[in-house]
């Protein structure tokens, strides 16, 4: 069975077709190769921030993978033989493109520039010798088109003129696989279209087993950690990974990379994970129930693995003080109940509402510092305290989904180092965060059963041929 499949996200034909077999690679390559890809993976990850949905909260599959774009992007532009015969094209008869805005007299002229921090498109184009008319016109063709409230620095523009400075073409790179092109037409209208590079997915496997020493914090190291952040996601329900993991437990996953021109630009989707050790064999399949629109991660007996209410409100994380009615105050040193859960976590670090709900309180608190408290459904409330700041744009009355982040772990209040202090209270009392027990949201629907049975046999058959033996540090816990 192949496991490539091609994404043609282009408005251009595509033209590069390839095949690979993950599995049969993996398989040939052995544990020790096991180790080294990983090794790999992750340091590819380094600088990119993806799987996102699991940091920023969204969820859906085309913001990851937007995303997954966009975290690629550097200030190169697109090399598809189609962009190069157009480049070369639109070059002849302009004596030279150049430096960054570093305009060149001449019959025609062509300026390429970078996004500055701080810049707006009205701002660049200002820069580059532009009138309010001629940029109003510009911006205006190209708002259907690209978001220009999300330009970011570092990505690249060029502008070309005809002799009478009149604006021809304005191409925006908005990341490697994605360009937005206003062009004047005949007619002397600028027309933006978005142009997407085509980019292959390949379905490609992974697997090792830990080691059980302590793996650096991921976050101080400058690794990404997509894809351990999905593992302690998908298995929630069943696996606490700040205690449960164990050398020699095994995990296993499917995974989609998505590959431009043979560069590896980001994750898709994980297709299927498993993870076995002395708390038994669990496993997680990404699946799309007829007639829904969204694909989600149910377990093996098709019950959903997508949680309403986190036990953790935070990525990673190490609890450094639970749950304790009785615990002598470090700061105030007496008797004073600690009513909630402290994970210590570096400063800055996002913090997630546990579930859905809305924003009752916000701001200073005196020992709470400053301290976030959102209401959800059935009497609950949580409070996050010792912030260091709050998420811009919410405020008292906004709606949050569960892993929308509020805020960033600080150490404001009465608090010994940066932690982020989360309590839970039910019908306005304080209860064990760490006891509560989690709802699980709709599983596969009955009548589909068998259909998810079909389709996910084949992942289990996959993900058993995945050698796992290859030691590795635990990822999944975070020495802080
Ligand atoms: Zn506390």
């Not at 921090?117 to 532009?130: H, K």
């Amino acid at each position: 069975m192949s496991r490539t499949k091609k994404r043609n996200r282009s408005t251009q034909s595509s033209k590069r077709r390839s095949t690979r077999r993950a599995h049969s690679e993996s398989r040939s390559h052995g544990s020790h190769r096991g180790t080294l890809r990983l090794g790999v993976v992750i340091a590819i990850l380094v600088g990119i921030n993806l799987y996102v949905f699991l940091w920023r909260g969204e969820t859906s599959i085309p913001a990851v993978m937007e995303k997954a774009s966009v975290a690629g992007n550097g200030n190169g532009a697109l090399v598809d033989s189609h962009e190069q015969e157009r480049l070369a094209q639109a070059q002849r008869g302009v004596s030279n493109t150049l430096g960054t805005g570093t305009p060149v007299q001449s019959a025609t002229r062509a300026v390429s520039g970078e996004v500055a921090s701080g810049d707006s498109m009205g701002r660049i184009l200002r820069r580059e010798g532009m009138d309010a008319k001629a940029a109003d016109e510009l911006i205006r063709a190209l708002s259907p088109s690209l978001d220009l409230s999300k330009i970011r620095p570092g990505q690249t523009f060029t502008l070309r003129f005809d002799a009478g400075g009149v604006l021809q073409e304005f191409e925006f790179h908005v990341s490697k696989v994605r360009r937005v092109r206003a062009t004047r037409g005949a007619d002397g209208k600028l027309v933006a279209e978005q142009l997407d590079a085509s980019t292959e997915l390949r379905e490609e496997s992974l697997g090792g087993q830990i080691e059980g020493s302590l793996y650096r914090s991921l976050q101080r190291a400058g690794e990404d950690t997509d894809l351990v952040s999905f593992f302690v996601d998908v298995f929630a329900y069943d696996l606490n990974f700040y205690v449960d993991t164990h050398p020699n437990d095994a995990y296993r996953m499917i995974v989609e990379k998505e590959y431009l021109d043979g560069e590896f630009i980001g994750y898709g989707r994980v297709l299927a994970a498993e993870y076995s050790g002395k708390s038994g064999t669990h496993r997680a399949f990404w699946w799309q129930q007829p007639g829904s629109k969204v694909g989600k991660y149910f377990g093996e007996s098709g019950q959903s693995v997508e949680k309403t209410f986190l036990k953790t409100p935070l990525k990673f994380a190490r609890v450094s003080s639970g749950f304790n009615p009785k615990r002598m105050h470090p700061v105030l040193h007496v008797e004073k109940g600690h009513w909630g859960t402290d994970y210590a976590a570096p400063p800055g670090t996002p913090i997630w509402s546990a579930a859905p709900g809305r924003i009752t309180f916000r701001g200073r608190r005196g020992g709470a510092g400053n301290c976030v408290i959102v209401k959800h459904e059935n009497n609950l409330q949580t409070i996050y305290m010792h912030m260091k700041g709050f998420k811009k744009g919410q405020k008292v009355g906004s709606r949050v989904r569960a892993k929308d982040v509020i805020g960033y772990v600080g150490s404001t209040g009465l608090a010994t180092g940066p932690h982020l202090h989360f309590g839970v209270k039910k019908n306005g009392h304080y209860i064990d965060p760490q006891k509560m027990k989690m709802t699980r949201g709709a599983g596969v629907a009955k009548k589909h059963m068998s259909r998810f049975r079909e389709d996910t046999r084949k992942l289990v058959a996959a993900l058993a041929e995945i050698p796992a033996e290859a030691a590795i540090r635990n990822p999944f816990v975070v020495e802080l």
